[in-house]
């Protein structure tokens, strides 16, 4: 009898430690389905926010994903990862702001504009880095057109020199 509750005991913390496997294997599947999510709305919002400071252009930004799948992310990314993300989505206050007061100098909006602009890029480069395989990335490459590749292209430069729109726009400010 003593080796059959020993079988027993066993068997329940085994599979105990196969539920806390699998739900926890579910749980990251969730927040990196998440982070694919946010990850997409990231991208719209930063060619949005790049519109507005290279061509002055300003459209609305979108952050439901993110506000839905907060929770999700935050179990999954580090912190500082998460912070970053978050910084992008806390500049937005400053772009409403930049494109509704057209009082604002050029100076002041085109700062604003760019360090919105590069909170965008760090952490769409965060999110596609930890949501995406390096096949998938190639993939969605595959299925974007060239006016689009050379747009996100744009958006992502890293360079510290602005581009020639850029400058045009600057001296007609």
Not at 43 to 50: E, K, Q, R, W
């Amino acid at each position: 009898m003593g080796i059959g509750v020993i079988g027993a005991i066993v068997g329940a913390v085994g599979w105990l430690f196969v539920g806390l496997y699998i739900n926890g294997r579910a749980r990251r599947a969730a927040a990196r389905d998440a982070a694919r999510v946010v990850y997409f709305e990231l991208v719209a919002n930063h060619l949005t926010v790049y519109t507005a400071l290279e061509y002055g252009g300003y459209g609305r930004l979108a952050r439901g994903s993110f506000d839905r799948l907060l929770p999700e992310l935050a179990t999954w990314l580090r912190i500082e990862e998460l912070q970053a993300v978050a910084s992008a989505y806390l500049g937005h206050a400053g772009y409403e702001q930049v494109s509704a007061d057209e009082s604002l100098p050029a100076e002041v909006r085109r700062r604003s504009l760019t360090g919105i602009h590069e909170a965008h890029q760090v952490a769409v480069r965060i999110l596609r880095s930890r949501a995406f395989s390096r096949a998938e990335i190639r993939r969605l490459a595959a299925y974007a057109n060239p006016d689009q590749i050379r747009l996100l292209e744009a958006a992502d430069r890293d360079d510290e020199k602005p581009a020639p729109q850029q400058e045009a726009n600057r001296a007609r400010a």
